[in-house]
C-alpha cells in the first residue's frame, strides 16, 4: 500500500482522475468512492461518466442524470461536495457547437441531416473527442459564471481497461483522419491536459488472471501513449485471516480435526463433523484462492505503480459501501 | 444497463415465486437441429470461458463444433491452439469422448474480416480504393460497435461454410464484451441505418452530380460538417462513400440475413451473468430484448456464484464465536477463528446473490438457469473447460 500511515494524499496536485478498470472489477465503485474521499478533504468535485449507462444515478439512488451538474452528495461540516454529470456526445457535440459557432439554425438543420448522430456514432474518434472534450472543458473552469461552477478535481469514470488508451489518445486516433480544423485543434488541447502532470490514470482491477493481465497492458498502452498512469487500485481482496502455515495445511489435509473441533466447542459451537467438514472445504478453496491471488499481487507489484487495496464488500456496494471505499481510499492516499 | 428503456418490458406482470426451472445443457446439444449457440451478456462475466467450454463438451458428444471466440485469455487461446489473430479455424487437439466429434476453435480478426468483405464485394481495384482510404481504416479498426458487426458477419461467414461444407454441425459464438450487451443486436441495424441516411446521400449526391439536391440546407450542412471536423475528413468520407456505394445494398442484405439467422429455429442464446446486480441487470434487458425480437432463448447461465455451504452455522453465529477468540489468540484458535469468519463471509456472499437471483427469477420464471460455482482457481486448459462443462450439464 503506498501510503499506510495517512501522512496525505499521493496525487495532491492532480486536476483530473481518470477510473478505469475490466468489467466486473468495480471501476465505477471505485471512481464514486474517489470522489467522495476527494470531498471529504473539503474540495468541490465533479464525477463523470461517459458510457450512457447512468451508473451514478443508480450508486447513488437518483433519479437518471442529464446532461448537467447535480449535486449528489455534500459533507455535513459544510465542505466538500459531489457534483455528478452524465456526458453524452450528442448533447457535448451541440452545446460545443453552439459555444464556438453560435450554430442557432444550423446546428438544428445538422440534427435534422442526422448529421448530429452520423458524428457521433460513426465517424470515429469524434465521439472520444466531444466526451474528453466536455471533461476538459469541466476541469479547466478558471472563473464561476452563471452556470458554470469551478472543480478543485475531476474523477472521470472512464470506458474499460482494453479501451483506455485509444480513448485518451484523441490525438492519435484523429490523425489519420483529421489533419487540421477545430475538432483537431480541440484535440491537442485536450491532449496537453492529459499528458499533464494535472491528470493521473488509475486501474482498477481484481487478484484474478485475465483482469491483471489487462491491467498490466493497459500501463503500457498508457506510457506508449505518454498518458500519466496514477495507481492500480486491487478491488475486492478476500480476508487475509489465515496465516501460511494454515493455508498449507489446509492445502495439505493435515489440519488437526479433533482440535479444531474442540476449539469450535470452546466458543460454543456444536462441531459436528458436517460443521468441520465443511469449514475444512471453505478453508482448502480459500486457500488455494490465496495462493492465486498472491501471484497476481506480486504481478501488480511488478507493474511498478503505486497500489491500493480494497476489501471484499460480501453483501454488495450499497450506498454505506461506497462511504467505506472513500474512506479506505482516504486511509491508503489515494486521496 | 440503461436507463430508459427503448420499448416496452416483455414479460409476466406479477411474481410467481416457485423454483426456476434447471437449464439442461446436454439435452440442447443432443437436439441436432441445433446448429448455433450465442453466448452473451456484460463483460467481465466469462462469456469466452462459457463458449469454449459448452463448445468443448458438444465436441466430446460427438458434434463437429466450431467456436468463435473474441478476446480469449491468453493461456486459453494457448491451450487451444487458437492465439495467432488469423482468422481461420483451426483445430483444438485433446478432444476426447468416443464419438466422431470433433472442435476447430478461432479467434475473431475485425479488421481482417471487413477487409474480406470489401475484397470479395468489390472489383480489385475498387477494393484498393476502399481499402486505403483514411475513414475506412478508421472505421475498420476503430468505430465502437465494428466488432459487434464482424462477429455477426463471421458467424455469417461460419454457416453458410458449414452448410455449404458439412464441415460443422454446429456453430459456438462469442460476443464482444460491449458496453452494453444489447450493442451487438443493434450493430447491424446501426450499421444499415447509416449507410441509408440521409447523411450519406447528401454526401454521394455531389459524386453523382445532380445539382438540384444542392439545396441551401444542404450547403449549411457540408459548411458546418467542414467547419467542425475539415475539408480534408469531408472529402475523404465522400470518396469512401463514393467507392463503397456499390457495397451498401450487399451489407444491409447481410445484415438482415444475420438478423434472420439468430431468430431461426436452430438458434438458441445463452445469456451469461455473474451474481451481481450490474451483471443481472443486464441479462435481464437482454432476456427481453431477444423475447421482443422473437430470438429463441435457451437459458441464464449464472457464472462465479459462491458455493452454497448448505445448511448450518449462521453468519452472524459464526462472526460471534470468532469474536470470542479475539480476546485470547494463541496458534489453534487463530485458525478456528479465521475459518470461521471466512465461513461468515461466505455466508453473507451467498445470501446476497440467492436474493438477486430470486429477484430476476420472479421477473422471469420461465428462463431455465444454470448456476455455476466460482472455482478456486481460473480456467487455463481443456481439463478446466470440461470441469465447466459437467458443472453446467448437471444442475440438480
Redesign the interface.
Known amino acids: 500500500m503506498a501510503d499506510p500511515s495517512g501522512s496525505g494524499p499521493d496525487f495532491p496536485d492532480v486536476q483530473l482522475h481518470v477510473v478505469t478498470g ?4 468495480g471501476k465505477s465503485t471505485v471512481a464514486a468512492g474517489l470522489a467522495l474521499a476527494l470531498a471529504s478533504r473539503g474540495r468541490s468535485v465533479l464525477l463523470c461518466e461517459v ?5 451514478i ?2 450508486m447513488f439512488d437518483v433519479p ?1 442524470l442529464p446532461y448537467e451538474e447535480r449535486l449528489i452528495a455534500h459533507g455535513t461540516e459544510d465542505t466538500g461536495d459531489v457534483y455528478a454529470l452524465a456526458i453524452d456526445a450528442e448533447s457535448a457535440l451541440l452545446e460545443y ?1 453552439a459555444m464556438y ?1 453560435r ?1 442557432g ?3 438544428k ?2 440534427d ?4 448530429i ?3 457521433t ?7 472520444d473527442v466531444l466526451l474528453t472534450g466536455k471533461v476538459y472543458e469541466a476541469a479547466k473552469r478558471k472563473r464561476r459564471g452563471k452556470n458554470a461552477r469551478v472543480y478543485d478535481a475531476v474523477v472521470l469514470d472512464a ?2 481497461t ?1 479501451r483506455i488508451a ?1 480513448f485518451l489518445n484523441v490525438n492519435s ?1 484523429l490523425a ?9 485543434a480541440q484535440a491537442d488541447t485536450v491532449t496537453t491536459l492529459l499528458r499533464s502532470k494535472r491528470t493521473a490514470v488509475h486501474l482498477v482491477t481484481v487478484l ?4 491483471v ?1 489487462e491491467t498490466a497492458d493497459g500501463v503500457h498502452e498508457l506510457r506508449e501513449a505518454r498518458l500519466p498512469v496514477g495507481g492500480v487500485v486491487v478491488n475486492m481482496v ?2 487475509r ?3 501460511t502455515e ?1 493455508r498449507q495445511r489446509l492445502l495439505d489435509g493435515t ?1 488437526d480435526r479433533g ?2 473441533a ?3 466447542e ?4 456444536d462441531a459436528d463433523d ?2 468441520v467438514d ?3 472445504l ?5 486457500a ?2 490465496r495462493t ?1 491471488e498472491d501471484a497476481q499481487r506480486e504481478i501488480v507489484r511488478g507493474i511498478g505503480v503505486p497500489t491500493y487495496e480494497l476489501p ?1 464488500l ?3 456496494v450499497d450506498l454505506g459501501g461506497l462511504y467505506e471505499v472513500a474512506e479506505e481510499l482516504c486511509r491508503q492516499g489515494l486521496a | ?4 428503456r427503448k420499448s416496452a418490458r416483455v414479460g409476466p406482470l406479477t411474481a410467481h415465486p416457485g423454483p426456476t426451472r434447471p437449464f439442461d445443457l446436454d439435452a440442447l446439444l443432443a437436439d441436432r437441429g441445433l446448429r448455433i449457440v450465442v453466448c452473451c451478456g ?4 466469462g462469456k469466452t470461458t462459457t463458449s469454449a467450454a459448452i463448445a468443448l463438451r458438444a465436441a466430446e458428444q460427438g458434434r463437429e463444433v466450431v467456436v468463435l471466440t473474441i ?1 480469449p ?3 486459453l487461446a494457448q491451450s487451444m491452439g487458437i492465439e495467432a489473430l488469423d482468422n481461420t479455424p483451426r483445430p483444438v487437439k485433446g478432444v476426447g469422448g468416443d464419438g466422431d466429434g470433433r472442435l476447430d476453435g478461432m479467434m475473431l480478426d475485425m479488421k481482417r474480416t471487413f477487409d474480406e468483405v470489401v475484397e470479395s464485394q468489390a472489383s480489385p481495384e475498387k477494393a484498393k480504393q476502399i481499402l486505403s482510404n ?2 475506412y ?3 475498420s479498426s ?4 465494428t466488432q459487434e458487426y464482424m462477429a455477426m458477419e463471421k458467424l455469417g461467414q461460419l454457416d453458410k461454410d458449414a452448410r455449404r461444407s458439412g464441415r460443422w454441425d454446429l456453430i459456438v459464438v462469442d460476443t464482444p ?1 460491449s ?2 450487451a444489447l450493442d451487438f443486436l443493434d450493430a447491424p441495424e ?1 450499421l444499415s441505418s ?1 449507410l441509408d ?4 446521400r ?1 454526401l454521394t449526391a455531389p459524386a453523382r452530380g445532380p445539382a438540384r439536391l444542392m439545396t441551401a ?2 450547403g ?2 457540408t ?11 469531408l472529402r ?1 468520407m465522400q470518396a469512401f462513400v463514393a467507392a463503397f456505394d456499390t457495397l451498401f445494398g450487399g451489407f444491409r442484405a447481410r445484415a438482415q440475413r444475420t438478423f434472420e439467422l439468430l431468430q431461426a429455429q436452430g438458434t438458441a442464446f445463452l445469456v451469461v451473468a ?1 451474481p ?4 443481472l441487470r443486464e441479462a435481464a434487458y437482454f432476456v427481453e430484448r431477444l423475447r421482443a425480437e422473437h430470438m429463441p432463448l435457451a437459458g441464464l447461465v449464472v457464472n462465479r456464484a459462491s ?1 452454497d ?2 445448511e ?2 449462521s453468519a452472524n ?1 459464526a462472526m460471534a ?2 469474536e ?2 479475539r480476546a485470547d489468540a494463541d496458534d ?12 461468515a ?2 455466508r ?2 451467498v ?2 446473490e440467492v436474493r438477486l437471483r430470486k429477484r430476476f427469477a420472479a421477473s422471469h420464471p420461465d428462463v431455465p438457469t444454470a448456476v455455476l460455482p466460482a472455482l ?3 480456467v ?1 486448459d481443456l481439463d478446466g473447460l470440461r470441469r465447466i462443462g459437467e458443472l453446467l450439464a448437471h444442475q440438480d
Open positions: 475490466k468489467g466486473g472489477t458510457e450512457g449507462r447512468q451508473g444515478a443508480q437518471p457547437l459557432y450554430l439554425r444550423a446546428g438543420a445538422l435534422r441531416f442526422g448529421v448522430e452520423f458524428a456514432t460513426i465517424a470515429p474518434g469524434v465521439r470506458p474499460p482494453g485509444q486516433e489519420g483522419l483529421a489533419k487540421m480544423g477545430p475538432i483537431k484474478e488472471e485475465m483482469p493481465q478476500r480476508p485471516d489465515l496465516d494454515d489440519v482440535a479444531l474442540k476449539q469450535l470452546v466458543a460454543g459451537i458436517v460443521l465443511t469449514l475444512l471453505e478453508g482448502h478453496d480459500h488455494q484462492r492465486l471484499l460480501p453483501e454488495g | 444497463m440503461r436507463s430508459t456484460s463483460g467481465g462475466v478476446d485469455a491468453r493461456r483514411p475513414f481504416i478508421a472505421v476503430s468505430f465502437a460497435g464484451p458496453r452494453s446501426r447509416f441516411g440521409r447523411f450519406i447528401l440546407g444542404f449549411m450542412v459548411n458546418a460538417v467542414t467547419k467542425i471536423i475539415g475539408a480534408q475528413v475523404d455473474a451481481e446486480q450490474d451483471a458455493p455451504p448448505g448450518g452455522l453465529a464465536a470468532a470470542k477468540f489453534d484458535s487463530a485458525l478456528a477463528a479465521g475459518l470461521l469468519r471466512l465461513h463471509t461466505r453473507l456472499m445470501q446476497r478456486p482457481t481460473d487455463h
